[in-house]
């Protein structure tokens, strides 16, 4: 559903299969891991967007809805609505420079 009518009404908004997911906050990130990644082990890296890539920053405690809500709920998400205790991540369609890259092999 949310993808529906992502292409439907908001084409321009990157699709969420299809975009790498970041946090514009390290509190965001902290946030994350503790909530959606408790038991696994997550290195978290540093990265910037480069010229062109399409972002869309929208709050993921839209995506917890019953399917009644959906369609109310994207439409939300997609115009980039924030929750009263918003989760706000940034899709990111398009590449991305680490500038760390040189440590990856190190994590």
């Known amino acids: ?9 908001y084409p321009t908004c990157p699709p969420r299969l299809k975009s790498l997911y ?4 390290y509190a965001l990130v902290e946030r994350a891991l503790r909530e ?4 696994e082990r997550k290195v ?3 990265c910037r967007l480069l010229v062109g890539a399409v972002t869309h920053k ?7 809805a019953h399917p009644a809500q959906w369609a109310q709920f994207a439409e939300r998400y997609w115009v980039g609505e924030m929750t009263d205790n918003p989760f706000p991540e ?7 420079y680490f500038p760390e890259w040189e440590s990856f092999g190190d994590a």
């Open 22 to 25: 970041v946090f514009d906050d």
């Open 1 to 9: 559903m949310f993808e529906e009518i992502r292409s439907a009404r």
């Open 44 to 46: 978290v890296r540093e």
């Open 90 to 96: 940034v899709l990111v369609h398009g590449a991305l």
């Open 36 to 39: 959606w990644f408790q038991n």
């Open 58 to 64: 929208a709050d993921t405690a839209w995506l917890n």
